[in-house]
């Protein structure tokens, strides 16, 4: 099949050819020629106006419900979510039934994904069951395909077994994803402590159970000089933390999603149970300083905690409603509407297409002629409201329904398979 990209501006921060309009050819999953004009005859012709390219994007963190829990998610649903989205590669979450803690998990993850049009990268369970109290077959799981290791929405509790768990991974250069939550400091709280908790009488959980896990772990690193990766940085002192370990010369990386990013505390005046997540919204403060953090590179990458739930855990009084929300489909838009007046966009693709690959070994897609073509199309001026009719996730628990986002993505291409909107 050949596809035909007319008049499309390159967003790709290592390309000699970014920032240029060009026409791209792919045939057979690979790119043949990038000129000023290409007239050949194709099967498939994308022109679009305002479209950008750019090499494909990449999530660390999202659950895909599958196997087990295919009520509120799939792989297929997951990848039509992703590719909605803008993203050619995930990283699935293990907190599945059975969970992805063995060989044979994982590779079910990695054969079944083959024919969708995201690839779909395996994250091993560090505990078997996830349950965080006996360590998993992580070099089986490793050798099958598993991205990383990390517990996924379970946060690793006792010292002793993430320390044999980073050790373990450093035979193979692997890396721990770490969810930092100490869950003995007031497990029953509902969001972030402090001054609108009072206000709307909901017990609050303070951002030192994040702090003091991202402490204590950042010592484990360093102790067993190995690799861990911080997913879902809520607290301006985590971030503190993170950037002192990182001068030290501590193998730490870590993300921060979009909703931590958009949200506070006080947008839960409303009750609205989409808002109810793990690590809970914090302050106004903690947000200016997660954005600070990922304009001077403190944070990695963005990670999506796409966390599909059934109607009947979000639809419910407060108390009772799960955590998490979807985020595939909103990623971007979100993002880019908060950070678009600090950085240029091609600064957010290296954030969405680079960087998670480096961290985690992936080579990184090039954009040019003999490659495999694996590329975002997007359009980063426009501006619309997010409704849920656009969802393409099983779910629709998302807190961005109706909310004004920035840019818009417009397909992928990914080798040989293509999702365009």
């Excluded at 997540?277 to 403060?285: D, G, H, Q, S, Y």
């Excluded at 329904?401 to 992928?412: A, E, N, R």
Aim: with cysteine.
């Amino acid at each position: 099949m050949k596809v035909l990209i007319k008049q499309a501006t390159i967003v790709c921060p290592s390309s000699p050819l970014k920032g240029q309009i060009k026409d791209i050819l792919i045939e057979q999953g690979i790119i043949r020629a990038i000129e000023d004009n290409i007239s050949e005859t194709a099967d498939k012709l994308i022109e679009i106006p305002g479209l950008h390219l750019s090499p494909g994007w990449m999530d660390i963190f999202a659950h895909c419900c599958d196997p087990g829990l295919e009520h509120r998610e799939t792989l297929e649903t997951a990848a039509a979510a992703a590719a909605a989205g803008g993203f050619t590669d995930i990283m699935a979450l293990p907190n599945t039934n059975p969970a992805i803690h063995n060989k044979a998990q994982v590779e079910y993850i990695v054969q079944k994904s083959k024919s969708l049009p995201v690839t779909i990268h395996p994250i091993g369970a560090v505990t078997k069951n996830t349950d965080g109290a006996e360590l998993a077959e992580m070099y089986d799981m490793q050798q099958a395909g598993a991205m990383a290791f990390g517990d996924g929405i379970n946060s690793i509790q006792s010292s002793g077994l993430l320390i044999k768990a980073l050790q373990y991974v450093k035979a193979f250069n692997g890396t721990i994803i770490q969810l930092p939550d100490d869950k003995s400091i007031n497990p029953g709280g509902l969001m972030n402590e402090g001054i609108i908790s009072t206000q709307l009488g909901l017990p609050g959980k303070p951002a030192m159970a994040e702090e003091l896990m991202v402490a204590r772990d950042i010592k484990l690193a360093r102790y067993a000089g190995s690799r861990i990766h911080f997913t879902g940085i809520s607290s301006a002192k985590s971030l503190e933390y993170i950037k002192r370990a990182k001068e030290s010369g501590i193998s730490v990386s870590c993300s921060v999603t979009p909703y931590h990013l958009f949200f506070t505390d006080s947008d839960l005046t409303g009750y609205d149970t989409n808002l109810k997540v793990n690590p809970p919204l914090r302050t106004e403060t903690d947000r200016q300083a997660l954005i600070q953090g990922l304009i001077d590179g403190t944070v990695d990458c963005i990670a999506s905690h796409h966390l599909p739930q059934h109607y009947d855990n979000k639809v419910c009084e407060f108390e009772y409603a799960k955590n998490g929300m979807i985020g595939l489909e909103t990623l971007f838009g979100v993002v880019w509407a908060m950070t678009h007046t600090h950085w240029p966009v091609e600064k957010l693709v290296e954030k969405l297409a680079v960087s998670p690959r480096k961290l985690f070994g992936l080579p990184v897609p090039e954009i040019k002629a003999g490659t495999a073509a694996n590329l975002t199309l997007f359009n980063p001026n426009t501006t619309f409201a997010f409704e849920e009719s656009l969802i393409q996730s099983k779910s629709k628990n998302s807190g961005f329904t109706g909310q004004f986002l920035k840019g818009t993505v417009l397909g992928i291409i990914n080798g040989n398979k293509m999702a365009l909107q």
